[in-house]
């Protein structure tokens, strides 16, 4: 297996599992709504929102490799997984959890996720063009706004850009 597709495989992986855990918490767990969002609608929208990307990463996946173009995700001169690599792999996404979380705070959600999501682009999908760099962040960025400002009536914090 190359290195995209442990990449691949470990998001997929990860995004499924905090959105099943995170829906067996609000449902059995101790969580109760805010204060402030007095529903389920907020956490309960990002677990699906995690469910549907962990499946759709496993659908292009799955296609892929009914096209047998596997090979397509592959870097050139890319060697096989090893398990420092995969080690390392979880170690930066938890990572750039972290710092996506830290820009969150900082920059702003819609901001934070336009940045984050091209460096997921660029990372996760090597042969990217540059067109998709700078298109797929900001489609995300934008639904993210759409579905947190017009759809769910949420206020954004004011943090330093918007």
Do not use: C
Not at 50 to 77: D, H, N
Not at 116 to 144: D, E, H, Q, R
Request: proline share 6%; glycine share 10%; net charge positive.
């Amino acid at each position: 297996m190359n290195r995209t597709m442990v990449k691949e495989l470990l998001s997929a992986a990860l995004m499924l599992t905090l959105g099943i855990a995170g829906l067996l918490h609000i449902q059995y767990g101790a969580w109760r709504p805010a204060p402030l969002v007095p529903s389920y609608i907020m956490p309960q929208t990002a677990y699906y929102f995690l469910l549907a990307a962990g499946v759709w990463v496993l659908a292009a996946l799955g296609l892929f490799a009914l096209k047998g173009r596997l090979s397509a995700l592959e870097r050139p001169g890319a060697e096989n997984q090893d398990l420092v690599g995969v080690g390392v792999a979880v170690a930066l996404m938890l990572g750039g959890a972290v710092v996506y979380f830290w820009l969150v705070l900082n920059v702003g959600l819609v901001v934070a996720t336009v940045a984050f999501n091209g460096v997921l682009v660029a990372m996760l999908a090597p042969n990217a063009t540059y067109k998709s760099l700078l298109i797929v962040p900001l489609l995300v960025g934008a639904a993210v706004w759409l579905l947190f400002v017009r759809m769910i009536g949420v206020t954004l914090p004011t943090p330093l850009l918007f």
